[in-house]
């Protein structure tokens, strides 16, 4: 008689108990959509609708996986055990989301692409864009368990303190809803609407509008796990008890009298267990009898406990039929105060005592809550001011509130700490506020002076009709309908030098240098050698001793080294230099060592020049090798000298991706082309140079050409969106047409 539902399949691929499902919506491939299940086995199961074994299983995450959201385009966004959040598309983990220090109980992916949120153990919640954390959320006192999506500005996140807090995308939390009185698991919203739905460890449903509790349903099970709502506004909740049940406002899908009949026979013999404190306070000695339910309750969901032949029962109000409906027996409940049945929690924290305070018979009751170690009478004035209660009942409150607590008072325990991190001042990662560490008066500038890259035409290799130019030579009319720009082939480099001016620099810091530091005339002759043999295409093979001077060079104190990495960058290029440094044999020091310069707070000359020697790697195999060994590390490091807003170095970032985007395009390797998406999408929002902007374009293209996953991606990740405005710039005209070629593919 299940109105409406019948078994269709039972579908098993897990090898322990399953946490988390999902609905991943109809694509071309999967008409009727798949479904995902995530579990206790670490894995994620993928199925079709009409197959009892799963289509594929998607492994990776080293714990529980316990939540589990789709997106457009195919995405898959999961949530687990150990503390990280990983992005899929169809069978593929494209990204890993870390930050949480502890389980991740609750993921949302976002309307607006890109965005997704993820919700923890840790008491935050985190909000992603492109796979970098944007800002986190603090408020909560507990666990965060559940999140629900309002619209593309504003959220709801339920968790273990029994609140339900509203939030705004940028950050600022709007509102807070009390009205459980335990753990909150699961929270849904309505269609096209605000209000929402929440279940919990408190036996209840309750379902709230215009944001208060509008109405209370019990059920015959402690932990209310789940629920949610579909789109006829019928709402589908899961209990501990392994039932599931629709609760409707339609009167055709309104369940039997029988079977109403036995959810309330059901219900009235549920054995509430007073510790719980999901009743409030209970002292049998104190409760009326039956006569007490004569007298009709004041709002739906209201409990009264009345004593009977020596047991107590508990009874809600209903509204819509008149009448209290029983809701259980209270279990050992013979004089359990407090004391022995341990806390009550009320509007998220935990009291010795809730009671509850009718000031006038037919007013409204209010909940005053109260430890032992409060000052009775500072508690009873707290209590009038709240509730605007007339101050000349502070006598009575004070007293009620002594013989109430029989005068039990404790030596002071550590009150509650406010939580650190929240309040006005709290840390969000990610918004400084612009401070970049730009010194006032750059040391390199002044007339003839060196100054590294700063050359009017630091711009990649000068050939004919090579987009990267802009020396005119090339004309774009000619080139109208055919794509110039992307898949590239090969690797850009910095080549622009004049070996003059480093090697005048070079000497004039060394004379400054410390004794420990300073370099011999001969090791400056060394070193102006191996840049004449680097710079000119001379027969010659620059020696071990040159390579072995420059690596002292290299390893000078920061605020002098940048002529030594501007030599370093220009020699990696020559095919010797660069096996040396790439190979097997050192290749890990030499990484370090120019890492260790795009520390975002270091000097931006060593930052652009490292950024440089990089790029400059990928010339020979053994540097391309290199780099896609370490992408990863590269990558995460290169991206955070982002902020410093100079162009040059935006110019080197943009070059660096796209030197990987040329090498990802030849081997096809999906999660290294996902990470050069994040930088380009992460690069987008900060980049001002056009030059930076059009070879951010081309990288893009290259990445997604011949490759359908990583269009998917890329519009996952909302790039279409950012780079719709350069398709109406003027000049140069490259950035207008090369991002009309990306948005063609997208």
Not at 77 to 100: E, F, I, P, Y
Not at 276 to 287: R, W
Not at 314 to 340: L, N, P
Not at 679 to 699: C, G, K, N, P, Y
């Amino acid at each position: 008689l299940n109105r409406g539902f019948t078994e269709m399949h039972c579908m098993s691929g897990h090898s322990n108990f399953v946490s988390c499902v999902c609905i991943i919506p109809p694509s071309d491939l999967y008409p009727r959509g798949l479904i995902a299940t995530g579990g206790n086995d670490h894995n994620i199961c993928i199925f079709t609708v009409d197959n009892t074994a799963p289509l594929y299983v998607l492994k990776g995450h080293k714990n529980t996986v316990c939540s589990l959201s789709s997106g457009k385009f195919g995405t898959l966004l999961s949530g687990s055990w150990d503390t990280t959040a990983k992005v899929w598309l169809n069978d593929r983990c494209m990204m890993t989301l870390q930050g949480h220090t502890a389980a991740i109980w609750a993921v949302k992916i976002l309307p607006e692409q890109g965005l997704m949120l993820t919700g923890s153990a840790d008491k935050t919640i985190k909000l992603w864009k492109a796979g970098r954390c944007e800002r986190t959320f603090t408020g909560h006192e507990d666990c965060v368990r559940g999140l629900a999506i309002l619209s593309e500005i504003e959220f709801l996140s339920c968790a273990n303190d029994a609140s339900v807090r509203r939030w705004q995308i940028s950050g600022e939390c709007l509102q807070v809803y009390y009205g459980h009185t335990n753990y909150i698991y699961s929270i849904s919203v309505f269609p096209q609407c605000k209000d929402f739905v929440t279940t919990g460890e408190d036996r209840t449903l309750r379902i709230w509008k215009q944001g208060e509790c509008a109405q209370t349903i019990r059920l015959p099970a402690q932990s209310v796990w789940c629920c949610c709502v579909l789109d006829n506004g019928d709402i589908v909740v899961g209990a501990s008890d392994g039932i599931i049940r629709v609760f409707t406002e339609s009167l055709e899908r309104t369940a039997s009298a029988e079977e109403i009949q036995a959810f309330e026979n059901e219900l009235s013999q549920a054995c509430i267990d007073p510790k719980t404190g999901d009743l409030g306070d209970i002292n049998a000695d104190d409760l009326p009898g039956r006569e007490h339910l004569k007298d009709p309750g004041t709002r739906d969901g209201q409990t009264r406990l009345i004593k009977d032949n020596g047991k107590v029962e508990a009874y809600q109000w209903s509204v819509s039929e008149g009448r209290w409906i029983k809701i259980g027996d209270v279990v050992g409940s013979s004089g359990a105060t407090q004391q022995t049945s341990g806390k009550v929690l009320y509007e998220g924290k935990e009291y010795d005592y809730v009671f509850t305070i009718d000031v006038n018979e037919n007013g409204p009751s209010y909940k005053l809550p109260y430890n032992i170690t409060d000052d009775p009478w500072l508690t009873a004035y707290n209590f009038l001011q709240k509730n605007d209660l007339n101050p000349m009942f502070l006598d009575q409150v004070a007293m009620f509130i002594m013989d109430n607590t029989k005068g039990q008072t404790l030596l002071s325990t550590s009150a509650q700490f406010s939580d650190p991190f929240t309040g006005a001042g709290r840390y969000v990662p990610g918004s400084s506020s612009g401070s970049s560490a730009i010194p006032a008066a750059d040391p390199f500038t002044g007339a003839g002076r060196y100054v590294p890259g700063s050359a009017s035409n630091a711009v990649a290799p000068v050939g004919a009709v090579d987009p990267y130019t802009g020396m005119g030579a090339y004309q774009s009319a000619a080139a109208k309908d055919e794509n110039i720009y992307f898949p590239k082939k090969d690797a850009v480099t910095f080549d622009q030098a004049n070996p003059t001016q480093i090697l005048g620099k070079l000497k004039e810091l060394n004379g400054s240098a410390t004794e420990e530091h300073k370099l011999t005339e001969d090791d400056l002759v060394i070193l102006e050698k191996l840049l004449s043999t680097v710079c000119n295409t001379s027969a010659e093979t620059p020696t071990a001793q040159q390579l072995e001077t420059l690596w002292r060079a290299v390893h000078w104190p920061e605020d002098i080294v940048f002529p030594a990495l501007d030599i370093l960058r220009l020699s990696v290029r020559h095919p010797t230099v660069n096996e040396n440094f790439c190979s097997e044999k050192d290749h890990l020091q030499f990484i370090t060592l120019l890492l260790k310069f795009l520390n975002p707070k270091g000097k931006q000359a060593n930052q652009l020049l490292a950024l440089r020697a990089l790029c400059n790697c990928f010339v020979s195999q053994a540097g391309q090798k290199l780099m896609m060994e370490q992408r990863d590390d590269i990558m995460t490091q290169a991206i955070e000298v982002k902020s410093g807003n100079n162009k040059n170095i935006h110019i080197a970032l943009a070059t660096l991706t796209l030197n990987y985007a040329v090498c990802l395009h030849k081997v096809n390797n999906i999660e290294g082309k996902a990470q050069c998406l994040s930088v380009i999408s992460t690069a987008m929002e900060v980049v001002q140079d056009l030059e930076a902007i059009f070879r951010l374009l081309v990288a893009l293209g290259t990445l997604i050409s011949d490759d359908t996953n990583a269009v998917q991606l890329a519009k996952s990740l909302g790039v279409d969106s950012q780079i719709k405005k350069y398709a109406s710039v003027s000049e140069p005209a490259k950035v207008k047409e090369c991002s009309r070629f990306v948005l063609n593919l997208l």
